[in-house]
C-alpha cells in the first residue's frame, strides 16, 4: 500500500442486524488495511426503510425490524455520547455477538457488546426510548439520498465526480474478501460507482451468509 497517495474519506451506512452487512463491513476493513481509504461508520435503520411496507414482509422480516430499533439506537447514543470514533468498535463487538456467536438481539446482549466496546453497559436503556430516533432517521435519510429507497443495507459512499459523492448498495459478497481480492473489488466498486447512470448489477444467491 502506497501511504504517499491521499487517503479516500468512505462513508459506510449500516444497520447490526443485518449479516450480509456484517460480511461486506469486514470487506471494508479489509479494504482499509490495503488501499488508502479512511472510513466513517454511520446508522441507517432497515426499521425506517420498512416501515411503510411492514404487512408486506415475510413475519420473521417483520420480528427483526421490531428487533432492530434498539441497536442503532444504543450506536447513536454512543456516539453522542462518546464521539463518532466509537461507532465502529462498537458495531464490531455487536456483529460479533450478532452474527458470530449468533447470540439473540437482545437489550442483554447489547450491553455485553457495549461491555466488550469499553462503553456503559447502561448505555443498553436508549433502546428502549425514542430519545434517539431523529437522529437515526437523518443519519438514515442521508444514507437514502444518496441511493433511493428501494435498497439496504449497507450503503457506501465516497468522493465523486465534480465535488459530491458516489454511493453505492453493497457489495452483498460471501465470505467477505481477503486480501488483494478485497483490493480488486473495492478497485471495480470505485469504477462502477463513477458512472453516473451505471445502477445494478446481480444474480441470485445460491447460499446463505458464510462467516469465517
Not at 465523486?160 to 453505492?168: E, L, P, S, T
Request: charged share 25%.
Amino acid at each position: 500500500m502506497n501511504e504517499s497517495r491521499p487517503r479516500t474519506a468512505v462513508d459506510f451506512w449500516l444497520d447490526p442486524v443485518c449479516p450480509w452487512t456484517w460480511l461486506t463491513s469486514r470487506w471494508m476493513l479489509e479494504v482499509e488495511r490495503i488501499r488508502t481509504v479512511d472510513v466513517t461508520w454511520r446508522v441507517m435503520s432497515l426499521a425506517v426503510l420498512n416501515e411503510d411496507r411492514l404487512d408486506q414482509l415475510p413475519e420473521r422480516i417483520r420480528e427483526l425490524m421490531g428487533l432492530a430499533w434498539a441497536p442503532v439506537r444504543v450506536l447513536t447514543a454512543a456516539s453522542q455520547a462518546f464521539g463518532p470514533e466509537v461507532t465502529g468498535p462498537l458495531y464490531t463487538a455487536m456483529g460479533t455477538r450478532f452474527h458470530l456467536h449468533q447470540q439473540p438481539r437482545t437489550k442483554s446482549t447489547i450491553a455485553a457488546a457495549l461491555r466488550d466496546a469499553g462503553l456503559p453497559e447502561s448505555l443498553a436503556d436508549a433502546g428502549d426510548t425514542d430519545t434517539f430516533d431523529a437522529l437515526v432517521r437523518a443519519s438514515h435519510q442521508q444514507a437514502v439520498d444518496l441511493v433511493g429507497k428501494d435498497v439496504g443495507s449497507p450503503v457506501v459512499a465516497l468522493p465523486g465526480q465534480d465535488g459530491g459523492r458516489a454511493a453505492f448498495f453493497g457489495p452483498v459478497v460471501s465470505p467477505a474478501p481477503k486480501g488483494e481480492e478485497a483490493g480488486r473489488l473495492w478497485d471495480a466498486a470505485i469504477v462502477l460507482a463513477s458512472i453516473p447512470d451505471f445502477y445494478e448489477m446481480k444474480r441470485t444467491r445460491t447460499s446463505g451468509p458464510v462467516f469465517d
